[in-house]
């Protein structure tokens, strides 16, 4: 017997003003109070032939009703899959509140929610160019940009081939089984900088990419800053990570424009045909661990960091070496994943700062 007043009402709204035969509670009683609020979410059904959602305020509480034909007991879609959340049939007719929950099990058991390569890659680029129109940072941009960091949520499901059922669920189980991309996600709604939102996407949309992470083998001291070459001694610290990398199947590498980054990436891919790209946005002729330039740096490594997923999707690849700078290509690495493993760290030039993440 149902004696919460409030459920009481909202029954008696959906019966009289919308002829619901199958009212269903979800998502409500249970989890509004881990949250503080005094919500209650209803699917109902009629016998009419339209869809609609009302939204009421009922003694100081919030009510979301959304009603539906009959029809959609049989056929359900995804976005009723919220229904699935700690469920509660208040009435039903015929059965009509049983066949419906079974309909959506059956949905969210077939994984509705599995894009296609395609889609995918769509939804990947989609994202890096709304992080772009956001990073102009007037108001249009700052809409985009909140609008973006809510949409990744749901990608990150969408992309990996899981069920999404809401938000109290997903992040439920992102703090459960995935807690990295869980602080992600916690980083970047408490700062809203745009630093932390590309760690984010990043971390979303390149699961499938692994990248390597290098600084420059060591270089001539005497020289205009972009043309320095690498001295004998870098010439053969490239020859031994080419050793140790041997097996590893790169498909793209991305380098500075200073000549330096060049000759590093050229003298551990040797012989290999793969394209190197150079993009001006890793080359900062400064170190960025200097504090009153801090910021300046986060810059150019958020450029660097948008312009080496651009190329990565432009060209499909998904093992991608980085060559870049000292404290830059710390930066980087940082954004791609703030626990980069170890290759090989300062083995071959300890004074040089040589190294390899992964």
Partial sequence: MIDNPILIQAMNILEQEFSCHTIILYASSKGHEQVGLNDYNFIAFNDLADSFKISRILDGEYLDLAIYPRDKIQNPDKFMLKAIENSIILKQKEGLGDLFMSRILALYNNQAYGLSDREKKNQKIEALKIFERAYVGDMAGKHQKNGLLFSQLESYFQLRDLPYSGVKKALKFLNQQDPKTYDYFDNALTTGEMFDLIRL???????????????????????????????????????????????????????????????????????????????????????PKIAKIQEIGKNYAINALLQIMKISLETDSSSILVVGHGGMINLIGYLIDSELKPLLHKAFAPSEGFYLNA
Avoid at 217 to 226: C, F, H, I, K
Wanted: aromatic share 6%.
């Fill in 201 to 287: 996407i990043h971390r979303v949309t390149q699961a499938d990419k692994k990248y390597y992470v290098m600084r420059h083998a060591e270089t001539e001291p005497n020289a205009q800053d972009l043309q320095r070459a690498l001295t004998e001694v870098g010439k053969n610290q490239c020859e031994k990570v080419s050793e140790f990398l041997t097996k590893t199947p790169f498909d793209l590498a991305i380098c500075s424009t200073a000549l330096r980054t060049q000759q590093t990436a050229k003298g551990v891919l040797k012989e290999r045909k793969i394209n190197i790209h150079s993009i001006e946005a890793l080359y900062f002729p400064v170190n």
